[in-house]
């Protein structure tokens, strides 16, 4: 950045540092058009210098006059988020009123007074009351100079032709300046609407993120009731990284959230491709359910192809990212469930029942790289994939179970 951009960044940013965002991008743009008026002060006295020195040289030397008092419009920020603005507006009225004394009201000089009324988008909602009644001061101003000024003067002798002229600079300046206006508040409201859409597009990814989007529906359209859902069959799978904890000891807490991002990204996925809802992690856990929060069919096999894709995942991962051994237990099991959203500030959605808990010792008790199924679980699977029959094993809690490996598709 050039020192001239940097010296205008300056000024349009003086005084503003204090404010929250949405009011010092107003008060940045107040900045910016006092910085407007004290070129355009320069340039008109310059043009009537040119056109008539001898008739307009005292509106000239007034012009160039009240220049260094738009000087001091950026320290009125330090007084309140209306303190400038409400001071420009002052100090044009009255630089107004001089010049209409000066050359008349037959230049229009006093038209100005009309635009400046456009500053009411300076104030900003919380201010509005004192911009409108600005808007009706300055509308009387206008009135009183129309019929109690002069014509012309004896400061300024000047022709009707160049009053004419001067008069017509005044309407178009006007119109100009008041569709700039309009158009600065149009697009500081698309301003905040975007912004708000922004906002709005980020609470609701944050929303789907957190819980399955049919209960994310239901919250926003009854965010007070409870919800809670019965399902008469659901899949439960539970993952466990193995050796996970001496790993954690030996590495670094930024590389120990790499490693468990970068692996529970890639069950995210395999999530998504199955059409499975990932409930949650717990540690070096990985749960995923399926047949909730929708009832479907064969969400049994859904779950049963993402184990073994899990499986062809982390060695995938241990040869190419890791560079070291990588496996993980799994469990299984089918049965009821029930399903539904706790808590009031971070909200969670998550399943409880037998078949959780289950599921839960199915991983435990299971074996380093394989995929440990009951025997609710293979009939819900059905007969296109293989298994290998364990045995019966004392589950506690649960008695005699006969357990299966999941080894691969028939």
């Known amino acids: 950045m050039n020192l001239a951009a940097r010296?205008?960044?300056r000024i349009i940013d003086y005084g503003t540092e204090t404010y929250p965002k949405s009011v010092a991008r107003r008060l940045k743009q107040v900045n910016g058009f006092n910085l407007f008026l004290v070129l355009a002060y320069v340039a008109f006295a310059a043009f009537y210098a040119l056109v008539d020195w001898n008739g307009l040289k005292l509106l000239s030397a007034a012009i160039v006059a009240l220049v260094p008092f738009f000087f001091l419009t950026p320290f009125f920020h330090r007084l309140g988020d209306a303190a400038a603005s409400t001071y420009l507006v002052f100090h044009l009225t009255n630089s107004f009123l001089v010049f209409c004394a000066i050359v008349g009201t037959a230049a229009g000089v006093h038209y100005w007074l009309l635009a400046a009324g456009a500053l009411v988008v300076f104030f900003g909602t919380k201010r509005i009351h004192i911009a409108l009644l600005m808007v009706c001061c300055l509308a009387g101003l206008f009135l009183l100079v129309d019929f109690r000024l002069p014509r012309f003067t004896e400061y300024a002798p000047?022709?009707?032709t160049l009053a004419a002229v001067m008069k017509s600079l005044a309407v178009v300046g006007e119109a100009l300046i008041v569709a700039g206006f309009v158009y600065l508040a149009l697009r500081m409201a698309e301003g905040a609407e975007s912004e708000l859409e922004r906002e709005y597009d980020r609470s609701e990814n944050l929303l789907l993120n957190l819980m399955p989007t049919s209960i994310a529906a239901r919250l926003k359209e009854h965010?007070?009731?409870?919800?809670a859902d019965?399902?008469?069959?659901?899949?439960?799978?539970f993952a466990d990284i193995v050796d996970f904890t001496p790993r954690a000891g030996r590495l670094a807490p930024n590389e120990v959230v790499r490693f468990l991002n970068k692996v529970f990204s890639e069950f995210d996925k395999l999530a998504q491709k199955h059409g499975l809802e990932k409930i949650k992690t717990i540690g070096?856990?990985?749960?995923v359910a399926g047949g909730m929060p929708?009832?479907?069919e064969g969400h049994a096999t859904a779950i049963a192809e993402m184990a073994l894709d899990m499986l062809a995942v982390t060695a995938r991962l241990a040869t190419t990212e890791f560079h070291e051994e990588l496996a993980v237990r799994i469990g299984i099991h089918t049965g009821p469930a029930v399903a539904g959203v706790i808590g009031t500030r971070k909200?969670?959605?998550?399943v409880w029942g037998d078949t959780v808990n289950t599921a839960s010792r199915m991983e435990s008790l299971g074996s380093t790289g394989r995929i440990q199924v009951t025997d609710e679980a293979k009939l819900a699977i059905g007969n296109s994939f293989v298994f290998e029959r364990r045995g019966t094993v004392e589950i506690k809690g649960k008695g005699q179970m006969?357990?299966?490996?999941?080894?691969g598709k028939a």
């Open 402 to 407: 006969l357990l299966h490996y999941l080894v």
């Open 230 to 237: 019965h399902f008469d069959a659901v899949t439960i799978l």
């Open 158 to 160: 000047i022709s009707p």
């Open 347 to 350: 909200l969670f959605y998550d």
């Open 284 to 287: 070096d856990a990985y749960m």
């Open 7 to 9: 010296l205008l960044t």
């Open 294 to 296: 929708e009832t479907r």
């Open 223 to 227: 965010p007070d009731a409870i919800i």
